[in-house]
């Protein structure tokens, strides 16, 4: 885990200082060393931690044999060994054991397609001194971010892994865009391409970029998709064993401690009894019981399993008190609660290890989200022609919310109202409702799905959930915030079931052995069922809930909250009144409004952090 900045000054002169100041704003994505590269056309910067090959000879810039191209490399490969011993047979030769040093001689000798045989996470670029071209590019899920923007006074590039080492370069033009907040308010992290910082691009998962002469070309070079074969249920089981005890194993490529996070849920205790790491790492809240706390179940799997487990236990003072400082680290807006206890999570972490493994991306590959699912009423509900459903929904929608107005309402829905991906916040009508009309102009969640379920009409209701979720909410949310709160701490988090090889077993899998009645990832807990203890394969997930909604009813915070939304700064985007009536009905006990006012709070402390205080 490593942090890279850089952009082009081409035709004019360049201070050395600007790119030293960009890359120390990036310091905790690696504190270990740094690195430069810098010519009349182009300046880069890297940080690094160092995780493979400790010694200063892996430190980047990496150059090709006759120094015509540089690189600069945030990620892991892990399958560097292999493809080394490939590059060796064509007479390259090696002064380190990276796999930074892989990339940029495959590079060279394959050009593009080095990126059809990358296995791992990252973010690269590539300077051609010979053509001035920069190639950068993305991992196929999205691992590891990239921004990119050309909003500056010279209207050259700067790009790199965080948004806020672009603040250090006077050429950038900081301006908010107005259109991001709409999409925001329902899907609850910045969902475009363009981010919250006006024509501030995000590469996107599984793209190249080639820049030259002040153009911009962007390609697709991996993209999932669902083949299901015919197969039986016992060899789904095994290959899902095998692939799941190799990709553990490549991820365990390290020089340094790797430990693991472990909740209560099937993912991170299946992807923890097959590392065997030395030390465990879970959160909690205090207070609540178990309703809010794993780290009890975490102990006692450790325990089971001869690992040593450390817990760091947090409340709403810990929380709310560093919840600038998060939304600082996530560059965006990001109201997912879990990013919080992820981060106090990664806090903890870091004092006994540098790398940890984790269970991301199990839900989206094998079919885990209860969105994924429907009642059996609902299915036999669905049979009855559209027409008439919409028709009995348009009804519906007109009455008070009851059990039989929400079942008319949804199944009546189209597929892009019905799901817009795993979290769905304020309804694009509730965002408008509350925004004043500045902010209305940005796109509805459903505009921006829309277009992704018309391109895969083709595909099953389930497998068009699980791809939208693979190609919006996985890298827009909890990829990201992932790796923002690893990487506040300077910690490299690995995700072992979000590899390609992985990938191609899962695509395989029927949707019965994904959903299965009311069993989610149903092959995925039968293969782990072999591993782990009856409790664990069957336990529900959980996730990283935060007691918000009980926060919100103690005078101390409802006040906070209260203060933040009657502010001047809300008053710049939204009926005020409408949202201290939520406030006030969520404080009274008359509704549970917590997450609609958790995520404009979230939105206000990002803005005053980067519009404010910077």
Not at 199 to 228: C, Q, T
Not at 264 to 290: C, K, N, R
Not at 388 to 404: E, F, M, P, Q, S
Request: charged residues 30%.
């Amino acid at each position: 885990m490593c942090g890279i900045i850089g952009y082009i000054h081409k035709d004019k002169e360049y201070d050395p200082q600007v790119i030293k100041n960009m890359t120390e704003k990036i310091i905790h994505r690696g504190p270990d060393s740094s690195g430069f590269y810098e010519n009349d056309d182009i300046s880069f910067g890297f940080r690094r931690l160092s995780i493979i090959d400790l010694s200063s000879e892996a430190d980047q810039p990496f150059y090709n044999a006759d120094r015509t191209k540089i690189l600069i490399f945030n990620g892991e490969i892990y399958n560097y060994k292999e493809l080394r011993e490939e590059l060796i047979k064509e007479g390259y030769k090696f002064k380190s054991e990276t796999d930074s040093e892989v990339i940029i001689h495959g590079y060279d000798f394959w050009g593009k397609d080095i990126l059809d045989r990358l296995r791992g996470m990252f973010a690269f670029a590539v300077w051609d001194t010979k053509k001035k071209e920069l190639f950068i590019a993305r991992d196929p899920f999205g691992i590891k971010p990239l921004y990119y923007t050309q909003n500056t006074k010279d209207g050259n590039l700067i790009f790199g892994s965080e948004i806020k080492g672009f603040l250090e370069n006077p050429e950038f033009i900081k301006e908010l865009n107005p259109k991001a907040l709409k999409p925001y308010l329902t899907f609850q992290y910045s969902s475009m391409k363009e981010t919250f910082f006006k024509e501030v691009y995000k590469l996107p998962a599984g793209h190249y970029m080639l820049y030259k002469d002040g153009n911009i070309e962007i390609s697709r070079y991996w993209e999932a998709s669902f083949n299901p074969t015919d197969k039986s249920l016992e060899e789904y089981v095994k290959d899902i064993q095998n692939v799941m005890r190799e990709s553990v194993d490549v991820h365990l490529q390290s020089d340094v401690k790797v430990g693991a996070f472990l909740s209560g849920g099937i993912d991170s205790s299946y992807v923890t009894y097959l590392s065997q790491p030395e030390d465990t790492f879970s959160v909690g809240f205090a207070d609540y019981g178990d309703l809010y706390n794993e780290t009890d179940i975490a102990k006692e799997y450790s325990d089971l399993c001869g690992f040593k487990h450390h817990k760091v236990m947090v409340d709403a003072e810990d929380c709310l008190g560093k919840l600038p400082l998060i939304q600082y680290h996530m560059d965006e807006p990001h109201s997912n609660l879990s990013a919080v206890p992820l981060y106090f999570l990664s806090e903890l972490a870091r004092k006994h290890a540098t790398v940890v493994l984790s269970g991301e991306g199990a839900d989206e590959l094998f079919g885990g989200y209860f969105a994924y699912g429907e009642s059996s009423n609902m299915k036999k509900y669905k049979k009855l022609p559209f027409p008439i459903r919409r028709g009995l929904r348009n009804v519906a929608v007109k009455y008070k919310k009851t059990h039989l107005t929400d079942f008319l309402n949804r199944g009546g829905q189209y597929p892009y109202e019905e799901f817009v991906g795993e979290a769905k916040i304020f309804t694009p009508e509730q965002a408008d409702d509350i925004l004043l009309d500045e902010y209305r102009e940005g796109p509805s969640a459903y505009d921006i799905v829309r277009e992704f379920f018309e391109k895969h009409r083709n595909d099953s209701e389930l497998t068009k959930k699980q791809l939208l979720d693979i190609n919006l909410w996985m890298p827009g949310d909890i990829l990201l915030k992932a790796d923002k709160m690893s990487s506040a701490h300077s910690l490299e988090l690995r995700v072992p079931f979000l590899d390609k090889e992985v990938m191609n077993v899962a695509a395989t899998i029927p949707e019965k052995y994904r959903v299965n009645g009311d069993i989610f990832k149903y092959a995925l807990r039968k293969a782990a069922s072999d591993s782990l203890p009856e409790d664990w394969a069957k336990r529900k997930k959980v996730g990283f809930p935060v007691p918000i909604r009980f926060w919100l009813k103690q005078d101390k915070y409802y006040n906070m909250f209260k203060e933040t939304l009657s502010s001047d700064t809300a008053k710049k985007f939204f009926d005020t009144d409408k949202l201290l009536r939520l406030l006030e009905d969520h404080y009274q006990g008359k509704a549970l409004n917590q997450r609609y006012l958790w995520t404009v709070y979230v939105f206000l402390i990002w803005y005053d952090e980067y519009f404010i205080k910077r």
